[in-house]
């Protein structure tokens, strides 16, 4: 175990390999005969159509970069941490979405993000330093100010209008994200990606070269204001912003159809009716008399008035019968008309309605909606610029997921992602969860959301999803649809260095320097790296998910903790043969502890690797 993050280059090497082996010799990727393989099929010209900018290789270096981050738990912070598969995660997103690979990989089913626009006044990360090397970048992505904040220069700067690579940088920033989110997807997952004019030409392009131009199912305008706007100094003034939609695989989600409709609007509930008093309540109908160019059968229908019609209809003779004897056919003009079949309100309002894409701010919020929502929570105070509304959100979230998928957003914002998960949950009885992922970004002195208390924005999304959990768990009992006995929550944790010294050769260069780092390294763990922490971040590095549970075991004195998710036990303290028998008997399928807990006493260590690996138990030291 090295402590890294899943290695993206690593994996895609893998995947080649296991499709197309002969393209490697000795291992390595053979890129003539890769040519030879596909023949015409693969061009190598410069002069190709492709989207290219300035520091795009800088960005796929940042992509395959490892990360040795790791998550710690901050249960003070939490709510119902016990319970609760909801994760808030306060740190930077790039690293956040490297440590999530190993146990996410192709389990989120949608992600939806608002990630900056690229007006010339957002701050965001991007490699700008085009000379440096990615351990460079890697420490730099780490500056903090003595606050523990991150830090506005040299990392988390504002990409000017000015600046001579304005549209790069924001490329820059996007590439290795998309990259790493399209991996969490599962194969009939879903982005959504709000977005206004500015970068959506460069955005559509970057999609089609991250997910496949052939993986697009829609972009989605969407009128984010209520009001129309009078500004005499625009030709156009811009009432709409776009929503990008892609598949992980457009094929997989038609042949899974895990797709869903949205609910009828106002208007089109307003054209059912039920005149005839039918028990199964307000209908329309359409004709059954099949239209031009539609084949159906041919047989003879007599009216309640006697007329006989011979035509082709829309179904057979026996699925006619069946209808009229349930009542489900309707002849219009007083029995006299031709026969229309019945469809009712209450089917359609199961089934949903086919979205499309043009998206009215009556039936899907606006900007002014979601500031409102917001202000609501906060006192009246606006301690966010331009949360989306959770009416957007919740639509998004119902066309492409089921009751019990794990929906991603990596650019967390005020949290209104999460909100309309909680408030989608609750209308439908349904356990849906989320993953959100937002920067420690500080807030200015001048802002509301200072004089609120806030100084990261990272804390306005963890307030905002305290108050909205208590919110929804003081209604349990009170004829809401929770169809879970337990209230909400969401459990908080935070990206941090990783609780183990990790081996860093770049920084050899003389013997002294040598023989200082293995003095460091008497013991592999930080000081003052708590138990629970460390085996955290063995955990996850193994592939625990971030809602597993976790149980502390007291066997003969000593400490372990027990990750049934993956059968696996980590000891971070000390293991005698007495407490090891113990952890033998509870039969995990793997064991890891420190190396540092032998005391250097190597026939203990291999007395007590004996003693699991006879009993069939994976057995790791770190």
Same mark, same amino acid.
């Given at each position: 175990m090295d402590g890294k993050s899943f290695n993206i280059t690593t994996n895609l090497i893998a995947q080649l390999k296991n499709i197309i082996p002969a393209a490697f010799t000795?291992?390595?990727?053979?890129?003539?005969?890769?040519?030879?393989?596909?023949?015409?099929?693969?061009?190598?010209?410069?002069?190709?159509?492709?989207?290219?900018?300035?520091?795009?290789?800088?960005?796929? /270096?940042? &992509?395959?970069?490892?990360?040795?981050?790791?998550? $710690?738990?901050?249960?003070? *912070?939490? !709510?119902?941490?016990?319970t609760t598969e909801n994760i808030f995660i306060e740190?930077?997103?790039?690293?956040?979405?490297?440590?999530?690979?190993?146990?996410?990989?192709?389990?989120?089913?949608?992600i939806c993000i608002d990630p900056p626009y690229n007006t010339g006044y957002d701050s965001f990360i991007y490699p700008d330093k085009f000379s440096e090397t990615k351990e460079e970048y890697?420490?730099?992505?780490?500056?903090?100010?003595?606050?523990?904040?991150?830090m506005k220069e040299g990392l988390f700067r504002q990409n000017k209008k000015e600046n001579g690579q304005f549209h790069s940088n924001w490329l820059s920033m996007m590439?290795?994200?998309?990259?790493?989110? /399209?991996? &969490?997807?599962?194969?009939?997952?879903?982005?959504? $990606?709000?977005?206004?004019? *500015?970068? !959506?030409?460069?955005l559509k392009l970057l999609m089609d070269e991250v997910f496949g131009e052939e993986n697009k199912e829609a972009i989605i305008t969407w009128r984010r204001r209520h009001n129309q706007p009078n500004d005499k100094s625009k030709m156009i003034s811009k009432v709409a912003e776009y929503i990008l939609v892609y598949a992980k695989n457009s094929e997989a989600l038609k042949r899974k159809n895990t797709f869903y409709g949205l609910p009828l609007s106002d208007a089109r509930q307003g054209s059912y009716s039920n005149p005839d008093n039918d028990p199964l309540g307000p209908w329309d109908s359409k004709p059954w008399k099949a239209g031009s160019g539609q084949s159906g059968s041919r047989y003879k229908i007599k009216t309640p008035t006697g007329k006989v019609l011979d035509e082709e209809w829309m179904?057979?003779?026996?699925?006619?019968?069946?209808?009229?004897?349930?009542?489900?056919?309707?002849?219009?003009?007083?029995?006299?008309?031709?026969?229309?079949?019945?469809?009712?309100?209450?089917?359609?309002?199961?089934?949903?309605q086919c979205a499309h894409n043009f998206w009215g701010h009556q039936d899907f919020g606006s900007n002014q909606e979601g500031s409102a929502e917001l202000a609501?929570?906060?006192?009246?105070?606006?301690?966010?610029?331009?949360?989306?509304?959770?009416?957007?959100?919740?639509?998004?979230?119902?066309?492409?997921?089921?009751?019990?998928?794990?929906?991603?957003?990596?650019?967390?914002?005020?949290?209104?992602?999460?909100?309309?998960?909680?408030?989608?949950?609750?209308?439908?009885?349904?356990?849906?969860?989320?993953?959100l992922v937002q920067l420690p970004e500080k807030i200015s002195e001048s802002e509301e959301a200072y004089k609120y208390g806030f100084r990261t924005i990272a804390e306005v999304t963890s307030a905002r999803l305290t108050k909205i959990?208590?919110?929804?768990?003081?209604?349990?009992?009170?004829?809401?649809?929770?169809?879970?006995?337990?209230?909400?929550?969401?459990?908080?944790?935070?990206?941090?260095?990783?609780?183990f010294k990790i081996w860093r050769g770049d920084f050899l260069k003389t013997e002294a320097d040598i023989v200082e780092q293995l003095q460091m390294f008497n013991t592999l763990e930080k000081q003052r790296s708590s138990g629970e922490n460390m085996s955290w971040e063995i955990a996850i590095k193994n592939g625990v998910r971030l809602s597993a549970a976790c149980s502390v075991l007291e066997l003969t004195n000593d400490r372990f903790y027990y990750y049934p998710e993956r059968e696996l036990i980590?000891?971070?303290?000390?293991?005698?043969?007495?407490?090891?028998?113990?952890?033998?008997?509870?039969?995990?399928?793997?064991?890891?502890?420190?190396?540092?807990i032998f005391k250097k006493n190597d026939k203990d260590k291999t007395n007590i690797q004996l003693l699991f690996e006879d009993a069939g138990i994976t057995f790791h030291t770190i």
């Open positions: 000795e291992d390595k990727l053979d890129i003539e005969q890769l040519k030879q393989l596909f023949g015409e099929n693969v061009n190598t010209d410069n002069e190709r159509y492709q989207l290219n900018w300035a520091g795009k290789n800088e960005a796929y /270096k940042v &992509l395959q970069l490892p990360t040795t981050a790791t998550l $710690i738990p901050d249960k003070i *912070n939490s !709510l119902n941490w016990e740190g930077e997103n790039l690293e956040a979405l490297k440590i999530l690979q190993k146990a996410y990989y192709g389990k989120v089913k949608a890697a420490r730099r992505v780490r500056d903090k100010d003595e606050d523990g904040l991150m590439l290795p994200r998309l990259f790493l989110a /399209k991996n &969490l997807l599962c194969d009939d997952g879903v982005i959504f $990606i709000n977005i206004d004019d *500015n970068e !959506l030409a460069n179904g057979a003779e026996t699925t006619y019968a069946q209808l009229l004897a349930a009542g489900k056919i309707y002849f219009p003009s007083g029995g006299d008309g031709w026969p229309r079949k019945k469809f009712y309100l209450s089917e359609r309002m199961a089934e949903g609501e929570i906060f006192n009246g105070k606006n301690v966010f610029d331009n949360p989306k509304p959770t009416k957007l959100l919740k639509a998004l979230i119902k066309i492409a997921t089921g009751k019990d998928d794990i929906i991603l957003d990596f650019f967390g914002g005020s949290g209104s992602t999460a909100h309309a998960i909680y408030e989608l949950n609750e209308e439908e009885g349904a356990n849906r969860k989320f993953i959990v208590q919110q929804h768990n003081e209604q349990l009992g009170k004829g809401l649809n929770f169809d879970k006995t337990a209230p909400v929550g969401f459990r908080y944790f935070r990206l941090a260095d990783s609780n980590i000891g971070t303290d000390a293991i005698e043969s007495a407490s090891a028998k113990e952890v033998i008997n509870r039969k995990p399928a793997t064991f890891i502890c420190l190396d540092s």
